[in-house]
Nanobody, 122 residues
Framework: VQLQAYGGGLVQAGGFLRLSCAAS????????MTWFRQAPGKEREFVAV????????DYTDTVKGRFTISRGNAKNTVYLQINSLKPEDTAVYYC????????????????WGQGTLVTVSS
């Protein structure tokens, strides 16, 4: 199983990015997909999750209204649209897959991507 996250970069505050995570080696539609992030010197935190079908999503409060998670099961890919970026969004963003049901608990995830760095300048 491989999860390949990409799309990070350096952007100014107020800008936007679209992160992608391409999965291989698993039956993608059987997995809830989640984005976590880890800022320098901080613990990894939950950002957003999407159910297997894409019909249900959940976000941490600090990103609601700015971030949108989506998935394309035909392409085995999950996306994170990040708008109105703030310096505090600077972090390495990780995608993760969990069989069947979604959870915010990072310890319950089966597979992880390598992370993509988002840096927001003020």
């Amino acid at each position: 199983v491989q999860l390949q996250a990409y799309g990070g970069g350096l952007v100014q505050a107020g800008g936007f990015l679209r992160l992608s995570c391409a999965a291989s080696g698993l039956t993608f539609s059987r997995y809830a997909m989640t984005w976590f992030r880890q800022a320098p010197g901080k613990e990894r935190e939950f950002v957003a999750v999407i159910s297997r079908s894409g019909g249900s999503t959940d976000y941490t409060d600090t990103v609601k209204g700015r971030f949108t998670i989506s998935r394309g099961n035909a392409k085995n890919t999950v996306y994170l649209q990040i708008n109105s970026l703030k310096p505090e969004d600077t972090a390495v963003y990780y995608c993760a897959a969990r069989l069947n049901f979604a959870t915010r608990n990072s310890r319950e995830y089966d597979y992880w991507g390598q992370g993509t760095l988002v840096t927001v300048s003020s």
